[in-house]
């Protein structure tokens, strides 16, 4: 399948290394704002067609499909011109930046027969699949703590006075679009939306937010979220429930989850990972093509619209 890339940053080079390894995937096309960047990348990867005119990309016949990884507030007005022109799109998350442009995305790609997806790597991984099958083991479910806290190198340029991309809210970025989005996530895939949500952030003086944490009540149990790119934190996150807990390596890369009972006893649930975990994202989108489906079973639409929800 050719794909058309949307996005020369670090994201990107880790999607083509790991997409590599599917069998199905080659580069078509590169899109670039300006020639050189767009030239330089593509020299990279031995990338043939390098377009500075995203609608010229689309419609020139060299690529079916398109990752898009450019900045958080471009996504939903690329993603549509993809979809019109009958190009399937894999959208980095958050996919967008608003419930109203979810539903136009959801909406196009119904009216046009195309697979749209946000690139969630985290729920797609073998070992995430294999909790979800497990989950109840532990019995009634109390309480998910969930976090996801890494100093941003680029907080230090902050400090220095200058601004980057992460900090700017104008292109829909911050501590909770940026990863606190992974936090959420899983718990939509596991329990679905909360009954009732109550939120705090630290805002930067851009008015971006550097830190900020949630709670999201359910009928019998909560889910407490934090989230930062001015701090750091090294511990797992956790599922609590009434027999036990299942503890989480990494929320937003799981690969070591293991069942911890109250008699002692604990059960493995990792599942080894062949490949790099954003080359599962990759071949899921890549069979939704395929099957002619318009959205993942697991990745769904309905997800990421109640996902967008709560970023907002």
């Known amino acids: 399948m050719k794909f058309g890339i949307i996005g020369t940053n670090w994201i990107t080079d880790r999607f083509i290394k790991a997409a590599k390894e599917h069998p199905e995937f080659t580069i078509g096309a590169v899109y670039s704002r300006t020639l050189q960047t767009g030239k330089a990348f593509a020299s990279t990867y031995n990338i043939t067609n390098v377009y500075t005119d995203m609608s010229e990309m689309f419609s020139s016949g060299e690529i079916e499909a398109v990752y898009i990884a450019s900045p958080n507030a471009l996504h ?8 019109e022109h009958g190009i399937h799109v894999l959208c980095e998350k958050p996919a967008v930046t608003s419930v109203e442009e979810m539903d136009q995305l959801i909406e196009a790609s119904r009216a046009h027969n195309i697979t749209y997806m946000e690139a969630m790597k985290s729920t797609l991984v073998p070992s995430f699949l294999n909790l979800k099958k497990n989950i109840d083991k532990i019995g009634p479910i109390r309480r998910f703590v969930f976090h996801y806290n890494q100093y941003s190198s680029r907080y230090d340029k902050y400090k220095d006075g200058i601004v980057e991309n992460a900090f700017k809210p104008e292109l829909g970025n911050g501590a909770k679009m940026d990863l606190g989005v992974y936090c959420i996530a899983p718990i939509i895939h596991l329990v679905g939306a ?12 851009t008015g971006a937010d550097g830190q900020g944490s949630m709670i999201l009540t359910y009928p019998r149990m909560e889910a407490v979220i934090m989230y930062s790119k001015i701090s750091d934190s090294f511990m797992p996150s956790e599922i609590q429930g009434e027999n036990g807990l299942i503890e989480i390596d990494r929320i937003s890369d799981p690969k070591k989850i293991t069942i911890k009972y109250r008699n002692g006893q604990t059960e493995d649930l990792s599942v080894a990972h062949d490949f790099d975990s954003m080359y599962y994202e990759i071949a899921e989108f890549i069979d939704c093509v395929k099957k002619g489906q318009h959205e993942s079973a697991i990745n769904t639409h309905a997800i990421s619209r109640e ?5 907002m």
């Open 307 to 311: 996902v967008t929800k709560l970023l």
């Open 76 to 83: 939903a007005e690329q993603s549509l011109i993809a979809i």
């Open 194 to 205: 909360p009954e009732s949500v109550m939120t705090n952030r630290f805002l930067l003086s």
